[in-house]
């Protein structure tokens, strides 16, 4: 298997540095497969190379060797699979090396929301062209909600999800629930401590929530785009809201919510006792079937590993279902 | 499981008598949810129309209504309003007009029932828990309708629960 690695960043390194330590074990999962190409925006290298090397000269210089840009590399180099990991852009030039890909009809495996610009569009893409775009780490990091929603609950009616999609406010909600402290206070701690961006805007006015939820409501069969969600952050919650929703047995999360009827991310009064009551930065899901009740699955929303650890689910599961 | 229920009864204008009425129903263990007394109007009988909600086992509630009866009259009873639900509002919710709010949110199928306010520092936002309870599941989504809107032009945050309807 040829694969061609576009975004060198925080999530390209992790899975380069994965698809090194972990070879043997992969090999003997998948086959043998090959690095072709890498590319990011500082520079790329193709052609006969030591992935081990690549990551090397990434972490020393801060670029890599070659002069040859992303979008020459995803048009000219041949490669079965694409592993699309640029950062969001929700545009459409966040797109455009999976579109390339897709036309070639090589498969793409992306950690890139962008795919909420055109789901559909890149869906249909991918089927005429024979190939496939998977896209487990886009939403909920490692947990592995896209696959559980596509594979194993294929046969199912999915009435509705409800998840808690943003780790940064999760954090933040958990610390004002367990601390009684304004919300600001607690944010500009969270800057600190590398939880939130030192731009939190995405995060906290629910932004990036909303983007992850156009992804799992066109993976139930709902075609929503970002326009359809209506968005409410958390910057207005006050620690009093806390300790009142507490006298009555609830406690305050961000909660993305996909259905035919209600297609939205706000603050809402979540049981004490429901597995959705989730503390930390963790990320968590709640789907309702027509057969089974509801299904709860949780895990790291973030971080290089988690997300490198979706991509190569997604890759095993490309070789797995061809 | 807990039910909501509304009676209408018919009661003497004279001191002591709403006591009478919620007697049995806490001994029962009912729990008292809204009283509604409308002073001002009387009934034919020159008596005065109290609205009590209460929740409590169906059960229970059979039995509340029997031993009511026996010295009152009773003029409605019933699952009236079978729909509640308790939102947290934050932001100046006084300051907008909360009678105008609760009187937006109101209709003939739903009403506000139950309010508490937690108010910090002036200036600084406060707090409210609303309850509304409806005859049905569609008068309430309607009422809440009304009320994320009149919040909305208010600068209000709604903070709803996550319910059983997905």
Redesign the interface.
Known sequence: MKIAIIGFGTVGQGVAELLVAKRAEIERKIGDFKVVAIADLTGSIWGDFKLENAIEFRRKTGRLPGGRSAREIAEEEDYDVMIEVTTTKLDESGIEYMRTALKKGASVITSNKSIAVDFQGLMKLAESNGARLMYEATVGGVMPIIRLLNSYLALCEI??V?GILNGTCNYILTRMEEEKLPYSQILSEAKEMGIAEANPKADVEGIDAGIKLVILANTIGIPARFEDIEI?GIT???P??F???M??G?T?RL?A?A?RK?LRV??????LN?P?AIKGTMNAAMI?TDTAGDIFVAGRGAGKYETATAILSDLYELFRTG | MSELFTLIVELEDKPGQLLRVLEPIARNGGNIVGIFHQRGKKTPLNRIPVEISFTAESKKAEKIIEELQRDFLIRQFGKLRTAVV???L??HVIHTDLSDTIKRVDSSDAECVEL?I?M?ERE??????ITITAKSEEALEMALRRLRETCREKGI??????NDG?
């Not at chain 1, 706000?266 to 049981?271: D, E, H, K, M, N």
């Not at chain 2, 600084?124 to 828990?129: I, L």
């Open positions: 009435l509705g409800r409410v207005d919650i006050t009093q809201a300790a009142v929703a006298q009555k609830y305050i909660i919510e259905s209600s706000s603050p809402r009064l979540v049981p429901s959705l309702r | 308790s939102i947290l934050v932001g508490n937690t910090p600084e936002p406060s707090t409210a828990m945050l709604v903070i709803e629960p996550i997905i």
